[in-house]
T-cell receptor, first 113, second 112 residues
Framework: GAGVSQSPSNKVTEKGKDVELRCDPI?????LYWYRQSLGQGLEFLIY????????KSGLPSDRFSAERTGGSVSTLTIQRTQQEDSAVYLC???????????FGPGTRLTVT | DQQVKQNSPSLSVQEGRISILNCDYT??????FLWYKKYPAEGPTFLIS?????DKNEDGRFTVFLNKSAKHLSLHIVPSQPGDSAVYFC???????????FGTGTRLKVLA
């Protein structure tokens, strides 16, 4: 079966532009997470979706960041007016009901120039 | 405030020897712990987990030990193989919640 997929794998954008990152979770997984890994850092929690419940957005670093999950499946993370400090690898993960293990996608490496 | 800490950023071990990766946590509410392995340009993959009702969990060459009083867990890899070279993350969570807190990772290099 297919794992978690993310697109694009790499994105280079100019400062001030908007970007959209996509995540396709494993079919049937109700939980979906977005994380960010900056150079030399651990995984920083951004947002969590569980079924039809309101998402936990407590990890989003600023109001330039938003995410949605359509139909309980695909999720899009949007960063508006990108800044150089947004450069990082953005990882998506899905799981069955926590605290079971998460399955991660390969990530999107975002570079803001 | 880092609730999960991996104080060793890197570790080198000879092939065939034991690798011991350490992780400390501060939140006593954590009751489930996981280890992930990450190769370059790939997402982390789940390795092994342990519930706080246990102090040891074993899966093949991988064993995780949990010392609740010390708020410390460790991952033992025996024998270490060159293919084990990767970054290892520990993560912690509290049952009934969904937030996982990850450490900053330890880069393991197994020398042939």
């Amino acid at each position: 079966g297919a794992g978690v997929s993310q697109s694009p794998s790499n994105k280079v954008t100019e400062k001030g532009k908007d970007v959209e990152l996509r995540c396709d979770p494993i079919s049937g997984h109700t939980a979906l997470y977005w994380y960010r890994q900056s150079l030399g850092q651990g995984l920083e929690f951004l947002i969590y979706f569980q079924g039809n419940s309101a998402p936990d957005k407590s990890g989003l670093p600023s109001d330039r960041f938003s995410a949605e999950r359509t139909g309980g499946s695909v999720s899009t993370l949007t960063i508006q007016r990108t800044q150089q400090e947004d450069s990082a690898v953005y990882l998506c993960a899905s799981s069955l009901k926590p605290p079971l293990e998460q399955y991660f996608g390969p990530g999107t490496r975002l570079t803001v120039t | 405030d880092q609730q999960v800490k991996q104080n060793s950023p890197s570790l080198s071990v000879q092939e065939g020897r034991i690798s011991i990766l350490n992780c400390d946590y501060t939140n006593s509410m954590f009751d489930y712990f996981l280890w992930y392995k990450k190769y370059p340009a790939e997402g982390p993959t789940f390795l092994i987990s342990i519930s706080s009702i246990k102090d040891k969990n074993e899966d093949g060459r991988f064993t995780v030990f949990l010392n609740k009083s010390a708020k410390h867990l460790s991952l033992h890899i025996v024998p270490s193989q060159p293919g084990d070279s990767a970054v290892y993350f520990c993560a912690a969570t509290t049952s009934g919640t969904y937030k996982y807190i990850f450490g900053t990772g330890t880069r393991l290099k197994v020398l042939a």
